[in-house]
């Protein structure tokens, strides 16, 4: 059961009341604070008082169907489910709790994390937790796992993964105080979540252990689908670490396991992957295959096709297939004119027209675009495999036109993202 100061805190900051103007004729306001933050406990009369004033039902008699629309909301919160179903619930769900006291109240807030981040609202999500940090130290357990997972998904929707994972290990620990109240999905649901992370801050061989240990419970529970994510990962590891055999078998039962699902999303993301495999031990003919199957499906969104174009005209450049690469690079062009924000896909940009650049000959674009700003931009982001790619790239056009020199400047370059990339 929420306590009724943190009850009562919680709905005044949501009605913008200040600590006066709630006490103004009932109590004064250092006993109002004092009731807020738990350090007193005040009579039912004054509780009575102060709900009163806030428009609250303290005897709530609608506790059993909140708790069954609680549930069925945070489903949908779960797994992706059509927004304004999502919505519609929540706002039905906010309009009961409104006017009750109930126990399920602080879950529900917590929640909320997750739903505004689910509508891509990120600046509400902050502030519902910064709203939530002063009430966290009363949280009980199961509060405290959602409180800290959702946080941590917030730092992930940042790209800051350090913090997610502080986040999420915190959740991982609260989750032992309550196994006995989680169900299966929602543990593995968490150590899929620690694998990506771990994945994206490229900790192989924790993303290794935390994908089998989510695999192990969604095979369990005949949860193919999220399987077949698991192999994915997997599939990634195994690749970073050279171990190619086993890398191609993951991505095999993640591909065998979308086309059972019928999950075209799924099959095209791994037809990438097992692309990048190949490109990466330098089968450009078994990468140009599989990029292919997903370049021209149509069902996959522009941005993602997008991201695969830039990586088949590599492929097709590497070798020396410039007749397919100008067709490639040209259905990229078309592909740019559909996506309005290309500014948070401008890696691909710079792709596309550093090869039409120079298959075009256009030496002066090329330099300039590469030197000043595609490198430049890939060390913002600290993307050393393609500052490698690109760098190399460069010192091969200048050595071609004898510039040696500088030749020697962007081969020094490409060595010493190498070396960040083997210190990660």
């Not at 919505?87 to 529900?108: C, G, H, V, W």
């Not at 005209?313 to 592909?335: A, F, Q, V, W």
């Amino acid at each position: 059961m929420i306590e009724i100061g943190s009850f009562i805190k919680l709905q005044r900051t949501k009605q913008e009341k200040t600590l006066g103007e709630l006490a103004d004729g009932v109590v004064s306001v250092s006993y109002l604070s004092k009731i807020e933050n738990l350090k007193t406990q005040a009579s039912p009369e004054i509780i009575q008082l102060l709900c009163d004033r806030l428009g609250i039902n303290v005897n709530n008699c609608e506790e059993g169907l909140i708790k069954e629309k609680l549930e069925q909301w945070y489903s949908m919160l779960f797994e992706v489910n059509n927004k304004e179903e999502i919505i519609t619930a929540y706002e039905e769900i906010q309009e009961i709790l409104d006017r009750n006291l109930s126990e399920n109240l602080m879950l529900f807030e917590i929640h909320k994390i997750r739903y505004f981040l689910i509508l891509g609202e990120y600046e509400e999500a902050e502030k519902k937790i910064d709203e939530l940090k002063g009430l966290s130290n009363n949280f009980d357990s199961l509060q405290q796992f959602y409180w800290f997972k959702f946080r941590g998904n917030f730092y992930t929707a940042h790209s800051d993964y350090s913090l997610a994972m502080q986040m999420y290990k915190k959740s991982e620990e609260k989750s032992g105080y309550i196994e006995f109240e989680l169900e299966e999905i929602e543990v593995a649901d968490l150590k899929y979540t620690i694998a990506v992370t771990h994945s994206k801050l490229r900790n192989t061989l924790e993303a290794i252990e935390y994908a089998n240990k989510a695999l192990d419970i969604y095979m369990k529970l005949y949860n193919f689908l999220r399987c077949a994510q698991c192999h994915n990962i997997l599939g990634i590891s195994y690749r970073r670490i050279k171990m190619y055999d086993k890398a191609i078998k993951n991505y095999n039962l993640a591909l065998h396991l979308g086309k059972l699902n019928n999950n075209n999303q799924l099959i095209q993301l791994t037809n990438q992957n097992l692309g990048y495999l190949y490109s990466t031990k330098g089968n450009s003919i078994e990468a140009i295959k599989h990029y292919t199957e997903v370049i021209y499906d149509k069902a996959v969104q522009p941005v993602e096709r997008l991201a695969t174009v830039s990586s088949l005209i590599r492929e097709y450049y590497t070798i020396k297939n410039y007749e397919d690469t100008r067709k490639i690079i040209d259905y990229g062009l078309e592909l740019i004119e559909e996506i309005s924000d290309i500014e948070s896909y401008r890696i691909f940009y710079y792709v596309i027209y550093t090869y039409h650049y120079l298959l075009n000959n256009e030496d002066d674009k090329f330099e300039k675009l590469v030197k000043q700003d595609f490198l430049p931009y890939l060390q913002k982001h600290e993307d050393y495999a393609s500052l490698i790619i690109y760098s190399k790239l460069l010192a091969n056009h200048y050595e071609k036109i004898h510039k040696y020199k500088d030749a020697s400047k962007y081969y020094k370059e490409a060595n010493f993202a190498y070396e960040q990339i083997i210190n990660i």
